[in-house]
């Protein structure tokens, strides 16, 4: 079946500029997770969302940067006001129910520059 | 060859031989461990899980050995094959209960 899909894979943006990178997860998957990916670093948590509602945002940096889920399926997550510090692989990954044990599976991540 | 011991950003391994990749955990408190392997341009992708109620588990070719009293981790690739050549993150469990925290990565390169 058809994994965790993101959208665009690649996105240019100007500093000061607004973006918004999409996330389709897996059909079923309850639990959807945001996670950033600096040059040579790991992944770091951003929020997560246990259907419609946001179960943990405290991952979020400041208050440029928003997620929705509006239909428990589809995710986006939003940056106002871009930095070139923003510039990074923005990773969605879903899993079943969320449960600690669940695993947890990984799109292919969308690269944002800020120029 | 093999290493042992400290995290090293980079192994570098011939084909056919065992290699070993290592990794600190942070919280005490974390129960469930992962190994995800990323490959340049693509999501993390599971590889193999413990539960802090285990100190061993086997995979195909994989092994994950947990040492809480040090609060380390490793993986064990049997065979290394030029196909393993990837970058390496173990990831636990967070005290939020399901956000993962990634460790630091290992480079595995694999020649012929």
């Known amino acids: 079946g058809a994994g965790v899909s993101q959208t665009p894979s690649n996105k240019v943006t100007e500093k000061g500029k607004y973006v918004e990178l999409r996330c389709d997860p897996i059909s079923g998957h309850t639990a959807l997770y945001w996670y950033r990916q600096s040059l040579g670093q790991g992944p770091e948590f951003l929020i997560y969302?246990?259907?419609?509602?946001?179960?943990?945002d405290s991952g979020l940096p400041n208050d440029r940067f928003f997620a929705v889920r509006p239909e428990g399926s589809v995710s986006t997550l939003k940056i106002q006001r871009t930095e070139r510090g923003d510039s990074a692989v923005y990773l969605c990954?879903?899993?079943?129910?969320?449960?600690?044990?669940?695993?947890?599976?990984f799109g292919p991540g969308t690269r944002l520059t800020v120029l | 060859g093999e290493s042992v011991g400290l995290h090293l950003p980079t192994l570098s391994v011939q084909e056919g031989d065992n290699s070993i990749i290592n990794c600190a955990y942070s919280n005490s408190a974390s129960d469930y461990f992962i190994w995800y392997k990323q490959e340049s341009g693509k999501g993390p992708q599971f590889i193999i899980d413990i539960r802090s109620n285990m100190d061993k588990r086997q995979g195909q070719r994989v092994t994950v050995l947990l040492n809480k009293t040090v609060k380390h981790l490793s993986l064990q690739i049997a065979a290394t094959q030029p196909g393993d050549s990837a970058v390496y993150f173990c990831?636990?469990?967070?005290?939020?209960?399901?956000?993962?925290?990634f460790g630091k990565g290992t480079t595995l390169s694999v020649s012929s």
């Open positions: 969302f246990q259907g419609t509602g946001a179960a943990d």
């Open positions: 990954a879903s899993s079943y129910m969320g449960g600690r044990a669940d695993e947890q599976f």
């Open positions: 990831a636990e469990s967070g005290q939020a209960g399901t956000a993962l925290i």
